[in-house]
């Protein structure tokens, strides 16, 4: 069974549109992330959330906003989509929320490309 | 400013040679974590270190955390080409939440 699953794998929209990926984990953890890789492969965390507390990366526009209808989902929710939000979007999830250490689990990524 | 630096960006060895991937912080770090991502596909975990000289091992890579935990090193012994891919470095920078700084990463690649 896959730990953390993501869809869709791939993306194609046009500019202007509002999409949504989707993110389950089914590992019973509390926090849950999303990354953003860009196409040098740098991957920055975009936002961190568990039932109590989201965090939110400075730098991400707040046309992306996270939505998680429980603790074992965390969807990505992008309006207005612009052409330099073409990445690939990693989904996370770990069991502890706060520093101290656990690995956190990847989903495979989402390829979303914008023209 | 990058949180987290790695060297080499690329790496292109013979199969069955060693090398070694370096991360480096400027800040002490309460956890690093070692990817590995196969060319379109998500994360692999690697090991986890979290206190100062730490060393792990997992086959053939060897992870070592240094004294002060702001630098480490991945050896792969005698690589394979199931070894290539991108290897990320990612580091618990203590700002809460368990968030995941990651390195630039190191492209490897193994020739038979």
């Known amino acids: 069974d896959t730990a953390v699953s993501q869809t869709p794998k791939y993306l194609v929209t046009q500019m202007g549109n509002d999409k949504s990926i989707k993110c389950e984990q089914n590992?019973?953890?509390?926090?849950m992330y999303w990354y953003k890789q860009d196409s040098k492969k740098f991957l920055k965390i975009m936002f961190s959330y568990n039932n109590k507390e989201l965090i939110i990366n400075e730098t991400v526009p707040n046309r992306f906003s996270p939505k998680s209808p429980d603790k074992a989902h965390l969807n990505l929710h992008i309006n207005s989509l612009e052409l330099g939000d073409s990445a690939v979007y990693f989904c996370?999830?770990?069991?502890?929320f706060g520093t101290g250490g656990s690995e956190a689990f990847f989903g495979q990524g989402t390829r979303l490309t914008v023209v | 400013s990058q949180e987290l630096e790695q060297s080499p960006q690329s790496l292109i060895v013979q199969e069955g040679k060693n090398l070694t991937i370096n991360c480096t912080s400027s800040k002490t770090l309460y956890g690093l974590y070692w990817y590995k991502q196969k060319y379109g596909e998500g994360l692999i975990f690697l090991m986890m270190?979290?206190?100062?000289?730490e060393e792990k091992s997992h086959e053939k890579i060897t992870a070592k955390l240094d004294e002060k935990k702001q630098q480490s090193s991945l050896h792969i012994t005698a690589s394979q080409p199931s070894h290539a891919g991108i290897y990320l470095c990612g580091a618990d920078m203590g700002t809460g939440a368990n968030n995941l700084f990651f390195g630039t990463g190191t492209r490897l690649t193994v020739i038979p």
């Open positions: 590992l019973g953890h509390d926090t």
């Open positions: 996370a999830s770990s069991p502890h």
């Open positions: 270190l979290q206190k100062g000289g």
